[in-house]
């Protein structure tokens, strides 16, 4: 039997719950599609595991390779030194360790991990989990000042990939490589959509599925996933949806997620008086986010920037009519009229407007173009482009 070329994958997670995000739902799903033939380096949440060596950890059922950079708590979302910063260093300071396993295909997702390996001559297939430059949308109000240089020394050093995937739509690829200056070409990154587990996120009854979450069958349900961050919109989201109780007045916002912005958004909550109206769930498993899915009668993201965005995805996966602001990849996911609508960041009239109209849309709604990215596919696709060592 000939064995597999195994893959190093370098990440800011710890591959199970946190940090919630894009970056840790492909970290899962690429577990889910390579299994064991992944060796992880990440974080670790547990007080019982090891830092800075190697150990055998079980994710779901399959025992990995594991090596944890540092130990973090995962009630803390923002930590005095910046993540990217901390990730950094620690890669650089371990280097040497992370290497006596002596896999030579890296998979890498975070531009300061690609930074940190600059010098490596291995086979690294790197994949943009965004197109906007990260520091730009910093939680920190330095990294913005970081944001211009950060990003031209990044485009430098992106050489050193032997592979570039892009979880965006074609304007904003084309947009990234504008920025590069002539650092990449045309044609060197690879459009490659995130991908979703359908067996998981797929069309149920609304009716079972709000049985299921003890929610009432009466009420409009409206519910947005994700990371509860200002980029996302957050605050738009709430003043469409206190418009929308005007005319529908028996109507619920589910936000499910968390993240830095959870204390600022309860505030805005209560200051709106909207405490009965506007429910912050907090983190779900997967199981539980698509119950929620096919409990909504819609699906709503303000998002200002967005990559290829998994939870609409999911929420189309799911069949649930969709409104949503016009990030990349949205006039990809959802088609006028027929899943949903998109209409212009901080519009807010008009998103009222689209709310109702998608409302009225048959469910379960068109998700042929969207299910194709399922995680069945996920290895098949990425090994077209990327021939492992």
């Known amino acids: 039997m000939i064995r ?39 974080i670790s949440t547990n007080p019982d595991e090891p830092v800075g060596q190697w150990f055998k950890k079980n994710i779901g059922g399959i025992e990995f390779d594991f090596f944890a950079l540092a130990r973090y708590k995962k009630s803390k979302t923002k930590h005095i030194i910046p993540d990217r910063l901390a990730t950094y260093f620690l890669i650089k300071l371990y280097n040497r360790r992370i290497n006596q396993i002596e896999i030579k295909n890296v998979f890498i997702q975070r531009q300061e991990i690609l930074l940190a390996l600059r010098t490596l001559s291995n086979s690294i297939c790197f994949s943009f989990a965004g197109m906007e430059n990260p520091l730009s949308i910093s939680k920190y109000w330095y990294g913005k000042l970081l944001a211009r ?30 920025r590069s200056g002539g650092t990449i070409s045309p044609g060197t990154v690879i459009k490659f959509p995130t991908r979703i587990n359908t067996e998981i996120f797929r069309p149920l009854s609304k009716e079972e599925a709000r049985l299921g979450l003890s929610l009432p069958l009466t009420h409009v349900i409206v519910v947005t996933t994700g990371r509860l961050a200002e980029f996302k919109g957050w605050r738009f989201m709430i003043d469409c949806f206190t418009d929308l109780c005007a005319t529908l007045p028996d109507s619920r916002l589910y936000f499910i997620g968390e993240g830095e912005a959870f204390n600022e958004i309860k505030a805005y909550i209560s ?3 909207m405490e009965r109206y506007v429910i912050l769930g907090g983190k779900k498993s997967q199981q539980e986010v698509a119950l929620y899915l096919n409990a909504a009668d819609l699906f709503i993201m303000g998002s200002m920037k967005e990559g290829w965005s998994t939870s609409l995805m999911e929420a189309i996966a799911c069949g649930v009519p969709s409104c949503v602001t016009d990030f990349s ?20 009239t008009r998103f009222v407007e689209y709310m109702l109209k998608s409302l009225k849309l048959f469910r379960p709604v068109r998700n042929d173009h969207v299910v194709r990215y399922s995680t069945r596919n996920l290895k098949t696709d990425i090994l077209k482009y990327w021939n492992l060592s």
Request: proline share 1%.
């Open 149 to 178: 240089y950060f990003e031209r020394y990044f485009f430098k050093e992106l050489s050193i990939a032997k592979v570039i995937l892009a979880r965006g739509d074609d304007a904003s690829i084309d947009g990234l490589i504008r």
């Open 4 to 42: 597999e070329a195994r893959i190093l994958f370098i990440d800011f997670t710890n591959y199970e719950d946190y940090p919630i995000g894009g970056y840790l739902s492909f970290a899962k799903n690429m577990i889910d599609a390579f299994g064991s033939q992944l060796a992880l380096v990440g």
């Open 271 to 273: 200051e709106c008086n």
């Open 329 to 348: 990849s949205a006039a990809d996911i959802v088609i006028d009229g027929v899943n949903g609508y998109v209409v212009s960041a901080g519009d807010r």
